[in-house]
């Protein structure tokens, strides 16, 4: 085409194109449903995926963090941590740990968290196979073990 000439004239709206190469306008349509099919999927698995998150990774229903830790002679460490729980009349556990200057574990203690007060602070010394340099809470539960229990 040069730059004199116009262009055939087509519809806009509706050019028209041979139906035996491209397939009839019947057939989009059919395809619709399955687009709506895989949103609908993705959707599902993208909600099962959060509600497994959140119940993995969301907070618990007793937890702990480290308020305070202090280095004490004779290879030992002291930390203070404070307790949230959502069961106050229930008695639950704390593993705290003391760490090296390299990050491994060098000492480890079990402390029981007795029943009463939704938020409490507890203070504990760990002993540890050399010089400890922090400490910080492993984890907390509920599932108190026999040796802890005062009963």
Not at 31 to 50: D, E, N, Q, S
Not at 98 to 125: F, I, M, Q, W
Request: proline fraction near 5%; glycine fraction near 10%; aromatic fraction near 6%.
């Amino acid at each position: 085409m040069s730059a004199g000439q116009a262009a055939p004239a087509e519809s806009a709206a509706h050019p028209a194109l041979p139906s035996g190469r491209y397939g009839s306008a019947g057939r989009q349509r059919s395809k619709r449903w399955r687009r709506w099919l895989f949103v609908v999927i993705a959707l599902l698995v993208g909600a099962t995926i959060a509600v497994v998150a959140y119940q993995n990774l969301g907070d618990g229903p007793i937890s702990a963090e480290r308020v305070a830790f202090k280095e004490l002679p004779g290879n030992a460490i002291q930390i203070t941590i404070q307790v949230t729980r959502d069961e106050p009349d229930n008695a639950g556990v704390c593993i705290v740990r003391a760490r090296d200057k390299t990050g491994a574990e060098s000492g480890r203690r079990e402390v029981l968290v007795r029943a009463g007060e939704k938020n409490g602070t507890l203070t504990t010394v760990i002993k540890s196979v050399g010089r400890p340099v922090t400490a910080d809470v492993y984890g907390c539960s509920y599932d108190v073990p026999r040796y802890l229990s005062s009963s």
